[in-house]
């Protein structure tokens, strides 16, 4: 299968900082990609859809001038957490849509640990 | 609006025994259907998908199944081990390929 890769795999920044996330594909170029956070014990939330060359699509409740996305190309997707609180604190994962073929199969990357301190 | 339901939430059996989970989606007009793999504190691994016009894919002991009509999916392991220990998450796609996942079915196998 495809490979998606996220970095850094862990971050613990202070409060009121920024935190930047990477979002990879690796072996597949993806028009789309997705932002998840995920609480302890919880499933996977939608945060937003990320679109090459355009502007990302914000899930209802998510703020967009606080997690701002950044799809510059066609195999990178970024997440920056302005000013992070520590109800910040969760786990981030990505995943990018292969449109290869025609199964439209989506990867995820290993996701991202932030603790905001 | 599209709710996906997994049950069991835990299930905890001895290793070699057969096992069924469940994922039941409230609206069958999906392209497919997707199980994934969570290992604690890791991204998710793509396990099995299936295209609306299939009834089921196998890949080694693990066989989804799906049944459009009932709404209906299951993930069946054969011969469990306790490296398959983990969560298992099922999730549908909507138009423009967001996921809607199930609260995943936390899954123990004891040696």
Redesign the interface.
């Known amino acids: 299968g495809a490979v998606v890769s996220q970095h850094p795999s862990r971050v613990i920044c202070k409060s009121g900082t920024s935190v930047k996330i990477e979002c990879r594909s690796l072996d597949f170029q993806a028009t789309t990609m997705f932002w998840y956070r995920q609480f302890p014990k919880q499933s996977l939330m939608l945060m937003a859809t990320s679109n090459e060359g355009s502007k990302a699509t914000y899930e209802q409740g998510v703020e967009k001038d606080k997690f701002l996305i950044n799809h510059a190309s066609l195999t990178l997707s970024t997440l920056t957490v302005t000013s992070a609180h520590p109800e910040d604190s969760s786990f981030y994962i990505c995943s990018a849509r292969d449109m290869r073929g025609s199964s439209y199969e989506q990867y995820f990357g290993p996701g991202t640990r932030l603790t905001v301190t | 609006k599209q709710e996906v339901t997994q049950i069991p939430a835990a299930l905890s059996v001895p290793e070699g025994e057969n096992l069924v989970l469940n994922c039941s989606f409230t609206d069958s007009a999906i392209?497919?259907l997707?199980w994934?793999r969570q290992d604690p504190?890791?991204?998710?691994?793509?396990l099995l998908?299936i295209?609306s016009s299939q009834r089921e894919q196998t890949s080694g002991r693990l066989n989804a199944s799906l049944d459009k009509s009932s709404g209906r999916s299951t993930l069946y392991i054969a011969a469990s081990q306790p490296g398959d220990s983990a969560t298992y998450?099922c999730a549908v796609?909507l138009t423009?390929?967001?996921?809607i996942?199930?609260?995943?079915t936390e899954l123990s196998v004891k040696p």
């Open positions: 392209y497919n997707q994934f504190g890791k991204g998710l691994t793509s998908l295209q998450l796609p423009g390929g967001k996921l996942f199930g609260q995943g």
